[in-house]
Nanobody, 126 residues
Framework: QVQLVESGGGSVEAGGSLRLSCAAS??????MAWFRQAPGKEREGVAS???????TYAESVKDRFTISKDNRKDILSLQMNSLKPEDSAMYYC??????????????????????WGQGTQVTVSS
């Protein structure tokens, strides 16, 4: 089974930027996504990418976050700009090796993905 390892989290002031990376242990020709979970809140989908490169974003991060993948290195990234305090959360990389297509808001649900990384913390101060 593919394994995912996130990196790149940290602390930043509001308006700043961070780039998260997710290294996969296998070829990633399937759906992948970024989720986040703040204390006391449910895990929410941030952005997803299908095998052909199609992307979906949560409304709260559109025009600020960009999901991308380096297919040669099997690394999924999340570039986060104009960060806000409400973006503070543990960020998780997720994958569904059995699914190639995952565009649309309905795919930004934790139940769609069965493989998860350990998470990386993002803290945005005001």
């Amino acid at each position: 089974q593919v394994q995912l390892v996130e990196s790149g989290g940290g602390s930043v002031e509001a308006g700043g930027s961070l780039r998260l990376s997710c290294a996969a242990s296998a070829y990633t020709n399937f759906c992948m996504a970024w989720f986040r979970q703040a204390p006391g809140k449910e895990r929410e989908g941030v952005a997803s990418m299908n095998a052909e490169g199609g992307t979906t974003y949560a409304e709260s991060v559109k025009d600020r976050f960009t999901i991308s993948k380096d297919n040669r290195k099997d690394i999924l990234s999340l570039q986060m700009n104009s960060l806000k305090p409400e973006d503070s959360a543990m960020y998780y990389c997720a994958a569904n090796p059995a699914r190639r297509f995952c565009t649309g808001a309905s795919t930004l649900r934790a139940g769609v993905f069965g493989v998860w990384g350990q998470g990386t913390q993002v803290t945005v101060s005001s």
